[in-house]
């Protein structure tokens, strides 16, 4: 039985295990009528169950499924003749490679050199005997929990409490795995972003003009050093991110203000979802868009105007990636803007304000913390987009200030070092973990300032 099937199995299992632990705890009161003697709701009963018989099951499933390659690669390779038992460590590798292949289906095993075929049977005979043994023992253990629990139901059991200390424990474990995978990937950058700084300096990196991190593969080769100043990309970074803010935020903005405040309820019932919508549109459709329409375009009246318009440009992807954005300002906005209460506007109406000076004089600067908030939010989301500039903006890595010109930024320039098959000694691909560094750093400094101007200036209402 494959893993998936057996998840199944044991979620089914756990629900019949809830409707008899439910049926038991009325059962041991003489029915429905005395459920008011019991500690708990007859569902606390049958959830208790449910959880006594699905979560051991499922920690044996996951411990199981951890190791069971391993142990299963390890008793190939020792049931191997002489000559192959005592491969080296890389040879070992490949030859399991080859025989997973084989398993697979990748490769016949009449195509397969003999020793490979053998080793790849007894890989097939070792899984199987582990699933069975897996859905014996899962199945044993889930019995046993519905078992010990069904038998210790009484009106006394406090059926309630145990069950949301499972719970409780269920969602501290969800946050300790969320803190320490975050806590992970932060030390995985550091630690590459530090063998980076060790071949290449710091302040070359940070402050140098000219982005090139071709490496050769000769030490007589040109570039053979490479070249990774990053402030191009830091300036081909916020030339987007600045002209995309520029479009998003104040169509957003006065989007918001009208559906808050001038719409009436059927409009603003039709609109706010049509307006969402370009929230939910994939970034390459965007993508699409910029370079197929939006750059053309703005190239044909460059060329009217007698500018020179490169076909790839911070411009087009700014202009497109602003688009995107708009829902993510105007939701913010609209919700900062609906927050405020109505009797500030009544108040402001009945000292004879008109509605727009209510709106610029009391209801903007109420929700002003809220909304300046959620555009750091937003510029954050400008600062990591990717697709959208790769189709766009193109990859050359040109230090300027004319959005007009082809640019390009610190994620895409992550991605192009990291495609492909790459050596991650070498300074080239190093940089894109530094890259990742400076992105995370900024990131994290926008969010701060976003949630300290939130909680410093907030306005709470009774």
């Not at 709701?41 to 069971?68: E, K, M, R």
């Not at 190093?430 to 907030?458: C, E, P, Q």
């Amino acid at each position: 039985m494959s893993t998936s099937i057996l998840i199944l199995v044991l979620l089914v299992f756990s629900i019949i295990a809830y409707r008899l632990g439910k049926t038991r705890s009325v059962a041991v009161v003489g029915g429905a009528r005395g459920a008011r003697h019991l500690h708990s709701l007859p569902s606390y009963y049958g959830a208790l169950t449910a959880l006594w018989c699905a979560l051991p099951a499922l920690i044996v499933v996951f411990i199981w499924g951890a190791f069971q390659g391993s142990v299963i690669t390890h008793s190939v390779l020792t049931g191997l003749p002489a000559p192959y038992s005592q491969m080296a460590e890389q040879d070992r590798g490949l030859f399991m490679n080859d025989v997973r292949n084989v398993v697979e289906g990748n490769t016949r095993p009449d195509a397969a050199r003999p020793e490979v075929a053998a080793a790849a049977q007894h890989y097939r005979e070792l899984r199987a005997t582990s699933r069975l043994a897996l859905t014996v023992l899962s199945l044993l253990v889930a019995s046993a929990g519905l078992w010990m629990i069904h038998r210790r139901i009484s009106k006394e059991l406090r059926a309630r409490n145990q069950v949301e200390a499972i719970v409780r424990g269920m969602l501290l474990l969800c946050s300790t795995l969320a803190i320490f995978t975050t806590v992970g990937i932060v030390i995985s950058v550091l630690y590459e972003s530090v063998l980076f700084f060790r071949q290449v300096p710091a302040l070359s990196f940070l402050f140098g003009t000219h982005w090139s991190p071709q490496m050769a593969i000769r030490a007589d080769q040109v570039g053979a050093s490479g070249a990774f100043g990053a402030v191009p990309l830091f300036v081909g970074t916020l030339m987007i991110s600045g002209i995309a803010m520029a479009v998003a935020v104040p169509v957003g903005l006065f989007s918001a203000i009208y559906l808050a405040e001038y719409a009436d309820r059927r409009f603003r019932a039709v609109t706010k979802p049509f307006l969402e919508v370009l929230a939910g549109i994939p970034t390459v459709v965007y993508g699409f868009f910029a370079a197929l329409t939006v750059g053309p375009y703005l190239r044909g009246v460059g060329e009217s105007l007698g500018l020179n318009v490169a076909s790839e440009s911070a411009l087009s992807a700014g202009f497109v990636m602003g688009i995107m954005i708009i829902p993510f300002v105007s939701s913010l906005a609209d919700d900062m803007l609906s927050a405020v209460p109505q009797a500030l506007r009544d108040g402001s109406y009945g000292l004879g304000a008109t509605k727009s000076e209510t709106i610029r004089r009391v209801v903007l600067p109420a929700a002003l913390p809220g909304i300046v908030g959620g555009v750091l939010l937003a510029v954050s989301r400008a600062i990591g987009e990717t697709m959208i500039v790769v189709m766009a903006a193109g990859l050359a890595a040109n230090l300027t200030a004319n959005p007009l010109e082809a640019v390009t930024t610190v994620t895409v320039q992550i991605v192009s070092l990291l495609v492909g098959d790459q050596e991650f000694d070498s300074p080239k691909t190093l940089a894109a973990f530094a890259l990742g560094l400076v992105l995370f750093l900024v990131t994290l400094v926008l969010n701060i300032v976003a949630l300290r101007v939130v909680r410093k200036y907030r306005e709470q209402y009774e």
